[in-house]
């Protein structure tokens, strides 16, 4: 189970929203765009201003709202005949190229370990990368948990929220860092391992 599960029931909030921007011709690359163009500059304010309460309360607000929009161009796409080559590459490299933005961040704040950051950031860029590469090998979009986009959405909005509300991070944080990082590696085997599986029950299928 991860949030990600969760993603169903979103959508269907959100699909009248969905509607109307199809309707005002906005299409799903734009919103893919300005979704990663927010990313930039919230984690760019965020780094600039590590120690300040506005900041980091930006990062949960955004992360919430690129959620939705993260939903919405995937239905523009798929419900409202948007689909493209171009858009596929996008939503993939968009998605990494936001994550690294927002979490990086983190690095500067004061008692955060910037060797964990950065460590669970390159894992989260792995996972995205296990999960594309099963297509690859012929398998499907692999979303595997137990720490998929979602989960680590959470714990940096979760993250940011403390920030805001003046609590500081310390050790505990780096626990957490360090948990995200270890089921985070464990997403990798999972993304892997079956995918491989699900290969291998297509094999089968098609030698009986």
């Known amino acids: 189970m991860t949030i990600y599960d969760l993603k169903p029931a979103f959508q269907n909030l959100l699909r009248p929203s969905c509607r ?73 490299l968009s998605d990494v190229a936001a994550d690294a933005a927002l979490y990086l961040p983190f690095a500067m704040v004061a008692g955060v370990s910037p060797m964990l950051v950065v460590v669970t950031v390159i894992l989260s860029l792995l996972t995205e990368m296990a999960g594309v590469v099963s297509v690859q090998v012929g398998a499907s979009r692999r979303y595997d948990g137990p720490m998929g986009k979602s989960d680590r959405a959470f714990v940096f909005g979760l993250f940011g929220l403390l920030l805001g509300l003046g609590v500081d991070l310390g050790w505990w944080a780096n626990l ?10 464990l997403t990798i085997y999972n993304r892997v391992t079956r995918g491989l599986q699900e290969l291998a029950a297509g094999n089968e299928t098609q030698s009986n």
């Open 176 to 185: 957490v860092l360090l948990i995200v990082a270890l089921l985070t590696m």
């Open 20 to 92: 109307a921007l199809a309707s005002a011709g906005i299409t799903a690359n734009q919103v893919t765009m300005v979704a990663l163009l927010i990313s930039f500059v919230v984690g760019s304010l965020f780094a600039l201003n590590p120690a300040t309460r506005w900041a980091a309360l930006l990062i949960p607000l955004w992360l919430f709202l690129r959620m939705a929009l993260n939903a919405i161009d995937g239905m523009l796409a798929r419900e409202h005949g948007m689909q493209s080559e171009l858009g596929g590459f996008l939503n993939e």
